[in-house]
């Protein structure tokens, strides 16, 4: 008597890596008032779908400045446990692109929930285009407080100086921030996706399908992709090359 073949059905499990969540806001203020946090945590939850991050660590901290004590805690948090970490947006690790890219290159895996698509080379456009916002809009504050004091106000003390320089920080980054919010990630995919030999005409067509819109809000045109891309290549000789 012969019975048939019995077939079993066998899956490989997968673990679901150990994700530390890193949030960073610029002021004390804004930590205790949770203004950025709640946001960046919120990025976080929909990029794990509603699960937890086995751990989180705040950083009260200006975007210019790397000494991040709880950064390098969830860093060593994450390669001890093998795990990956987790940042809401790039932009809130720093503006230095030498930073940035010490991190990619430390062997620890993390992931971008504004980028989740990034490779190696996107986060390191990306960290040269952000340092090169930093280093702008530092220009903007120096020209605006010389054009100032040109126009005979009184800047004050030092202290009343630096206060006069975070105000205008601020609000070339608010302004920054409200005319071109996503068009460093747009321009850091641009460049990518130009190296790997792809048509303007295309990376319009991936950049509209991803969600990204152009400058005034409209999606983006071959044209528009060829202006940011002209614009990156004159500025970021060494992002475009």
Do not use: W
């Amino acid at each position: 008597m012969s019975f048939p073949p019995i077939f079993v059905e066998t899956r490989r499990f997968h673990p679901v890596p150990a994700y530390f969540a890193y949030y960073r806001v610029s002021t004390q203020k804004q930590g205790n008032s949770g203004l950025g946090l709640e946001a960046q945590r919120a990025a976080v939850g929909s990029f794990l779908q509603g699960a937890a991050p086995v751990g989180e660590y705040v950083e009260v901290e200006s975007g210019k400045k790397n000494q991040r004590p709880q950064l390098l805690a969830a860093i060593a948090a994450a390669r001890a446990a093998g795990g990956v970490l987790l940042i809401a947006k790039l932009d809130r690790l720093s503006r230095n692109a030498g930073f940035i890219l010490a991190l990619r290159d430390s062997g620890v895996q993390f992931a971008c929930c504004d980028m989740p698509d990034a490779n190696t080379l996107t986060v390191g456009l990306f960290a040269v285009i952000a340092q090169h916002e930093r280093e702008t809009i530092s220009q903007r504050t120096k020209d605006a407080l010389k054009a100032k004091k040109a126009r005979g106000a009184q800047l004050g003390t030092p202290a009343n100086l630096t206060e006069d320089a975070r105000q205008l920080g601020l609000e070339a980054r608010q302004r920054n921030a409200r005319e071109h919010g996503g068009i460093r990630q747009a321009t850091a995919l641009i460049l990518a996706r130009r190296a790997q030999g792809l048509s303007c005409e295309t990376i319009a067509g991936e950049l509209n399908a991803l969600g990204f819109t152009a400058r005034r809000g409209g999606a983006f045109s071959q044209k528009q992709v060829q202006r940011l891309l002209d614009r990156a290549s004159a500025t970021l000789p060494v992002a475009a090359s």
